[in-house]
């Protein structure tokens, strides 16, 4: 249910970089800008943290850096409080994840860092903020998130079409052509297989009129467990009814009916909905707690 927010965070930054060549970055004084709980934060940190908003395309400036640095010190601080800590090999692989997003090497990332006069170690707090952040919601937030059955219900039956109401019992008719190769041809014989279709009883034996046919015992599936199209397809079907060949990476494929019934199973739509809503929901709650953590902290600003 969960994406990990350090991979976010690593997305954010991969689809943001900047190749931009400037001078090496003046140094600054460690004069205090904010303090969370009695924990500062520097200059130093807002000046580093606005050049990685430049390389990322962000124009935030100095007052949203140094809200993004008082939330990241809220965030170590809860995680620190219910005994979480976040290895260095937690950071490096967080760390080479975004350089994977923007496909070049560690080594590069780095050069890109300091040609924008930022440092290694602004990403990296980052980093190890989001990680740390990540672990608070899983501990903390996702055992309070929970979504009602009847709610759930109620969305499916509104989501669910009237192709995604029947049961079927299913044979699978394959034409082989591994990964594709032939499958005109094989086609072609798929087509001839579905005109002379007489039911699922005969469709052994109708295949052994063709080479390297074969007929599998899909078994039971309901239409949401079938790609929309063929439940489309299906749906319009009778028992014994089979489908237009489609081309597979096994070969050429086609689906015959050999039992049809009216099953408003919507198990499917619902576990989908329940995804969904499960991430909406682990997001508003995770976002209501860090709020609720900064509401209570000891924040000043300079």
Not at 1 to 22: E, F, H, P, Q, S
Not at 121 to 133: C, G
Not at 169 to 192: C, D, H, M, V, Y
Not at 203 to 218: G, I, P, Q
């Amino acid at each position: 249910m969960l994406n990990g927010i350090w991979k976010r965070t690593c997305a954010a930054i991969g689809t943001g970089l900047l190749l931009l060549a400037v001078g090496a970055a003046p140094s600054f004084a460690q004069a205090v800008r904010a303090t969370v709980n009695g924990e500062a934060i520097t200059d130093n940190q807002v000046a580093q943290r606005v050049r990685l908003f430049t390389l990322e395309g962000n124009r935030g400036g100095t007052s949203a850096a140094i809200d993004q640095l008082i939330d990241e010190a809220i965030m170590i601080q809860e995680a620190r409080r219910l005994g979480i800590t976040v290895s260095a090999s937690q950071i490096d692989t967080a760390y080479l994840q975004v350089a994977r997003n923007i496909r070049v090497s560690k080594e590069v990332l780095d050069q890109m860092l300091q040609r924008q006069g930022t440092s290694v170690q602004t990403l990296r707090d980052r980093l190890e903020a989001s990680i740390a952040w990540n672990s608070v919601v899983e501990q903390a937030v996702v055992p309070q998130v929970q979504i009602s059955d009847l709610e759930l219900d109620q969305q499916a039956a509104t989501r669910a079409t009237a192709s995604e109401s029947f049961d079927y019992i299913l044979k699978e008719i394959i034409f082989i052509a591994p990964g594709g190769q032939g499958a005109s041809g094989r086609t072609g014989q798929a087509n001839s297989y579905r005109s002379a279709f007489a039911g699922c009883d005969s469709a052994v034996e109708l295949s052994l009129n063709y080479t390297d046919a074969a007929v599998v015992d899909v078994g039971r599936r309901h239409a949401t467990q079938l790609p929309d199209a063929v439940a489309q397809e299906l749906a319009g079907m009778n028992v014994g009814g089979i489908t237009r060949p489609r081309v597979t990476d096994r070969g050429v494929s086609m689906l015959a009916i050999c039992e049809k019934a009216q099953a408003n199973d919507l198990t499917f739509i619902k576990n989908e909905i329940r995804r969904e809503a499960g991430q909406d929901a682990m997001k508003g709650a995770a976002d209501e707690y860090l709020a609720n953590l900064r509401s209570q902290a000891r924040i000043t600003r300079n």
